[in-house]
Structures are given as structure tokens and as C-alpha cells.
């Protein structure tokens, strides 16, 4: 990990000592300050510009920062950021992460509205040493309180991610270290694939366990995700940015299988609305029991489009509390990479989660967005989890840059995953 600071009047290039796998940058004053970022693997070509959104959390930032969201930075050694309007110092956090994915142990679901199982911070790589200071304090130490609401959140971070437990390594660095917090301002998150990952820490719960995010009187720890109501609230965040699109629904499955079990579990009506009272600073304010982070603040979080599907997920909670499963929806797509790239031919990958419904998948692919070939349909199964899927093209040019996407139908809708390129070689 590394910081890199400098006044910033138009654009700076900042090299970094090793190649990073995420970033993030942050400024003093200028909150509206529109902040882009080009990333380089050689020093010399420069990818095309990226708008920085703010971080969800940074919101409650002090001493007059601005900090935007973590970035996937696929593997850069340089860095150019560019400015609106002069900043007085802008810093670039750059991560290098060498973890790989979490271990995910068996867990038995007795019932819908149980707990799902979650991924404690052991099997995520979490870095307990961030939590406490040079003198072997803890730096920010749990408190607890009964859990009145949830409010949902995105991270505003990259869709269809390759490393989702990089990516919340990151978020927790960023969070404790860069913010000074002392631990990650979430208490569960979300992947694209379903897995729910604990946040804020309670205990040092061993490996393969499901941590609950609460003490041994069943009250809720107090995180860092809307200020102003923290204590006495639980705060989930879905990885991705969910402006545009919706979450997937192996996401949404997850979420409301979690909210399910902590509406039933604090006996909390996951359709109404009460008073919230902070059991610390008194505020009492009334809003739904299960709300989106925009409910109490003046941001775009948790995502427009996710947003105006939230009274859904109230009626699918409480359904899955009375007992009767949600209906089934559309699928996701999420397309991955290229491999066994030649001069004519390349294997395409992805996931397809099938919503419950059976579902169709081909792969579009061609040397532009217009894409124009297709592979033949294949069935992806029935299920409500997501299944890794694959298709080799032939036929293609060489020395030609192409274009290819996930492409996943059922009877609820089409799903579409991310643009992506590969080049094929020579021979």
C-alpha cells in the first residue's frame, strides 16, 4: 500500500513502484470537483479516462476531505488523474492486493428466514493489524445496541468483478487506514455471486464459521454507513455500482435471505415503517425498515435502478418470512475472460446465474460493439446460483481485436453481461 500526493492544476501523472491492483484517489475541499483517471501497464499508452464517483461512506469524511470510490486498477505502474478545477493536493492510494478469493465452508440453512451463511473475515484475508495503532490499541472498538433497521447500500465500485475479496480488502484498507477509521464501515457485504462477507468487526470467529454481527445478547454492532444512524442499525452493501443496472439475482437472493433472517430475528416488519431512536445521540427520525442509504442522505446510494426495487424486496422478505419463496426473475450474465488465444480462435468464459427458471445462454462476439456473430444456445440449468459457462470461437482473423459479451435469456428477460476485448495473434 502507498500514498502519493501532489497539487493537481489540470493533470498529473503519478508512477507507482509496483503495479497495483486497486486505487483510489482523495482531495482536500472541492467535493464537486469531476475527477478522471487514465491507467497505464507500461508508463507510455494510457487506457481511456474514468470518472472517479465519490465513496458512499467518505460522505461522513472530516477535516474537509473528499474521497472517491475504490477502483480495480489492473495491474498500472502509472496513473494520470485530471481535474475540472485546480485542488490544492490531490493523493492517489495505491493497493496492491496478493490475496486471491475466500475460502467458503459448508453451512447448514435450516429454514428460508435463517441465516445465510457468511464469510467470516479469516477466510476473506482481512488484515486484523489495521485495526489498532502503533501501541497495540484498538483503534475504533465494537459497541452494541438493539437492531431497530437495515439500510442497504452499493459500494460504487467496479460491475462484474474478478476479485470480489480483493476488492473488499480494499475497501477495509481504505476505510481503516487512508479514512483513519479503524476497520471498514460496512457490517455485511454483497457479491455479484451471492457471497455474503462479514464487515465491521465483533469477534475473532475461526474459520468456516458464520459470523452474526452480534454480541452474546443478540444486539448489533454499531458500523459506519450512514451517519447519523449507525447505532441500532445493520448496513449492507451489494459490491458493484447499481446506478444503470440492477443488482444480480444471486445478489438479491443473498440480500433478502439476510434481511429475512435479521427482520425475523429482531422482529422488525420488513413492509413497515417506525421511529428510529439513536440509543447515543438521541435522534429519532421515522423511515422504512428497510431502507436504502438515500433515505437519510443526500446521495445517489444505493443506485437508481436498485433503488426502485426495493418495495419488491420488502414484499419478497416477508414473503420469505411467512414461509412462500419469491418469484422466480430474470437471470445474470456476467461475462469473463478470453483464453487460449491464437490467430483464429479464442475460449470465451463467464457465470450465468438462471434466476430459477431455465435459461439460455450464447456468447456475442465480433470486431465491433455491433458485434454480429453469435455462438449456438446452451442450456445453463434451472437454478438460483450461478454456474460457470464457456464457448470457443473459430473462424476469426488474425492480428484483429474483437469484441464478445454473455448473453442470458428465461422467460423472465434477457440479461447482458459486460463488454470485453481480446486480440488474436499471429498464427
Not at 457465470?351 to 446452451?378: C, K
Request: hydrophobic share 35%; net charge positive.
Amino acid at each position: 500500500m502507498r500514498q502519493l500526493s501532489a497539487p493537481l492544476k489540470a493533470g498529473h501523472t503519478f508512477k507507482l513502484a509496483r503495479p497495483a491492483t486497486h486505487l483510489a484517489v482523495h482531495w482536500h475541499g472541492q467535493r464537486k470537483a469531476q475527477v478522471k483517471v487514465r491507467l497505464s501497464r507500461d508508463g507510455r499508452d494510457f487506457g481511456p479516462a474514468r470518472r472517479v464517483a465519490l465513496d458512499d461512506l467518505g460522505r461522513r469524511a472530516h477535516r474537509g476531505e473528499t474521497y472517491g470510490a475504490v477502483m480495480l486498477a489492473r495491474r498500472a505502474i502509472a496513473v494520470r488523474v485530471y481535474s475540472d478545477r485546480p485542488l490544492r493536493r490531490l493523493s492517489l492510494v495505491a493497493i496492491t492486493d496478493r490475496g486471491g478469493p475466500p475460502r467458503l465452508g459448508r453451512f447448514a440453512q435450516v429454514a428460508s428466514f435463517s441465516q445465510p451463511k457468511v464469510i467470516p473475515r479469516v477466510d476473506w484475508g482481512a488484515d486484523e493489524s489495521l485495526r489498532f495503532d502503533s501501541t497495540g490499541k484498538e483503534i475504533w472498538p465494537p459497541a452494541f445496541y438493539p437492531v431497530q433497521k437495515s439500510i442497504v447500500h452499493h459500494t460504487a465500485t467496479q460491475n462484474n468483478d474478478p476479485n470480489p475479496a480483493a476488492t473488499i480488502r480494499s475497501i477495509y484498507y481504505y476505510h481503516a487506514v487512508t479514512q483513519g477509521w479503524g476497520d471498514i464501515g460496512y457490517n455485511f457485504l454483497i457479491d455479484e455471486a451471492g457471497n455474503v462477507y462479514e464487515g465491521r468487526h465483533t469477534a475473532d470467529y475461526p474459520s468456516g464459521s458464520s459470523p452474526t454481527e452480534e454480541n452474546s445478547q443478540g444486539y448489533g454492532v454499531t458500523a459506519a454507513h450512514a451517519q447519523g444512524y449507525n447505532s441500532g442499525t445493520v448496513g449492507i452493501a451489494l459490491l458493484g455500482t447499481l446506478t444503470n443496472q440492477d443488482a444480480t439475482p444471486a445478489a438479491r437472493s443473498a440480500l433478502e435471505k439476510l434481511l429475512a433472517w435479521e427482520s425475523d430475528h429482531h422482529a422488525i416488519d420488513p413492509q413497515g415503517s417506525s421511529l428510529y431512536v439513536n440509543p447515543v445521540s438521541g435522534t429519532q427520525a421515522t423511515f422504512p425498515n428497510i431502507a436504502g442509504h438515500r433515505d437519510l442522505a443526500a446521495t445517489e446510494c444505493p443506485g437508481g435502478v436498485f433503488y426502485a426495487t426495493l418495495p419488491t424486496i420488502r414484499s419478497d422478505v416477508a414473503a420469505l418470512i411467512a414461509g412462500s419463496p419469491p418469484a422466480p426473475s430474470a437471470p445474470a450474465a456476467v461475462t469473463g475472460t478470453a483464453t487460449g488465444v491464437t490467430g483464429s480462435s479464442a475460449t470465451v468464459s463467464g457465470s450465468v446465474n438462471p434466476g430459477g427458471q431455465q435459461t439460455y445462454y450464447h456468447f456475442e462476439y465480433g470486431t465491433s460493439t455491433a458485434y454480429g456473430n453469435a455462438t449456438v444456445n446452451s442450456s445453463a440449468g434451472t437454478g438460483n446460483a450461478a454456474v460457470p459457462v464457456s464457448a470457443t470461437l473459430t473462424g476469426l482473423q488474425r492480428r484483429t481485436t474483437y469484441h464478445y459479451r454473455l448473453v442470458a435469456t428465461n422467460p423472465s428477460g434477457a440479461s447482458y453481461g459486460a463488454d470485453r476485448t481480446f486480440r488474436t495473434g499471429r498464427r
